[in-house]
């Protein structure tokens, strides 16, 4: 029986990966989907939380159970799970990116982003300062996202490299990748004999199809 730990992306809580999660334990796995800060649908917001916040919040359900763990993470969650890897590289057996940040030190999805995304961010935080609002074809679900955890630059040691099993699987969509804020991490990941990089037939919305093509490479590495 392996553990997974499934962090969703902005404006999204643990209900949007939870069909995976579902999955994972039917197969007779243990699965969490994280909520975190301030995107719980019946919760309340977090203005003041940040890259930090969410990453000690991943951090302390991890340590809570020293045992190996797998952790995924999609979009913005890349960016935690990397914290969480970073500070507990020995309990993380294997990372999974799926069409997500994976941040060097001293980058944030802000510098990593692209002009298209950061006009998002930019635009749909000015109501309040605080919070990225929603897209409008989000699930109805989605909750502001406190700005700084898009803001906030990653403390890496680099430790996180030294994960045995490091995937990243890119949205490989044609209609997806002129909008995209991760082809250069894809292609540089693609050249890194540490890392293994698979192609996935959707744009950014990794589910959008259903759970089988994510729930595939999960069971590859657990």
């Not at 992306?9 to 209900?15: E, I, K, V």
């Amino acid at each position: 029986m392996a553990w997974f730990v499934l962090v969703p992306g902005a404006c999204h809580g643990g209900w949007w990966l939870e069909p995976v999660a579902g999955e994972l334990r039917r197969a007779g796995h243990r699965a969490d989907a994280v909520t975190l800060s301030g995107l719980d649908p019946e919760g309340p917001p977090a203005p003041a939380a940040n890259l930090d916040t969410h990453i000690g919040e991943v951090v302390e359900l991890v340590a809570a159970r020293d045992e190996p763990v797998v952790l995924a993470g999609h979009s913005y969650g890349g960016c935690v799970i990397t914290g969480v890897a970073d500070q507990r590289p020995g309990q993380v057996s294997a990372l999974l990116y799926l069409d997500a940040f994976v941040p060097r030190n001293g980058e944030s999805c802000w510098s990593m982003t692209n002009d298209e995304q950061r006009q998002w961010y930019g635009q749909d935080s000015g109501e309040t300062g605080l919070a990225l609002a929603p897209l409008p074809f989000f699930d109805e679900r989605a909750r502001p996202q406190p700005l700084g955890t898009l803001m906030q630059k990653s403390k890496l040691t680099g430790k996180y490299l030294t994960v045995p099993r490091k995937h990243y699987a890119a949205a490989a969509d044609p209609a997806w990748l002129p909008h995209s804020p991760f082809v250069a991490t894809t292609e540089r990941l693609r050249a890194d004999p540490d890392w293994t990089v698979t192609d996935l037939a959707s744009g950014h919305n990794v589910l959008a199809n259903g759970t089988a093509q994510v729930l595939e490479l999960l069971l590859g590495l657990g």
